[in-house]
């Protein structure tokens, strides 16, 4: 199962989900400005893809923080952060088994297509490939 954390407004988190339902790939969706994210995930998620890389700068959330607060932080005051503003993370994020992927994009389309389960032969892998680029 894909677990999909992101925000339920968010674009890319919205082409996400309905990815992966019309595909009927079974995922759990997680709205992290709602739910938050569970501490274990977001402590993996800085693990893979670093604070900074988890962060988008360009949200409103961000760019509201004094400089005092962006200049010094460090791993375990930017999980605090994020915890305290999830809005600021980039999303979706994607937890397929162990495997963490950051954003919607077509190489992450693909990944995930690798952990799709095949129905048929190899013209129906092709399909699959196919849909990929949708």
């Not at 200049?71 to 375990?76: K, V």
């Not at 005051?77 to 503003?85: D, F, M, N, V």
């Not at 397929?96 to 297509?113: F, M, P, S, T």
Request: proline residues 4%; charged residues 25%; positive net charge.
């Amino acid at each position: 199962m894909v677990r999909l954390f992101g925000d339920a407004d968010c674009r890319n988190s919205q082409r996400a989900l309905k990815w992966l339902q019309d595909r009927n790939f079974p995922y759990q969706f997680t709205d992290i400005r709602k739910a938050g994210m569970p501490a274990a995930c977001l402590s993996d998620c800085v693990d893979v893809f670093g604070w900074r890389g988890l962060i988008d700068g360009r949200t409103v959330g961000w760019r509201a923080l004094p400089e005092s607060v962006t200049r010094n932080l460090d791993r375990t005051g930017a999980e605090a952060l994020i915890a305290e503003l999830p809005q600021i993370v980039k999303s979706p994020i994607i937890c397929v088994g162990d495997r963490w992927l950051l954003g919607w994009n077509a190489a992450n389309k693909i990944r995930l297509l690798g952990h799709m389960p095949v129905r048929g032969g190899a013209g129906d892998m092709r399909a699959q490939v196919a849909l990929a680029g949708r």
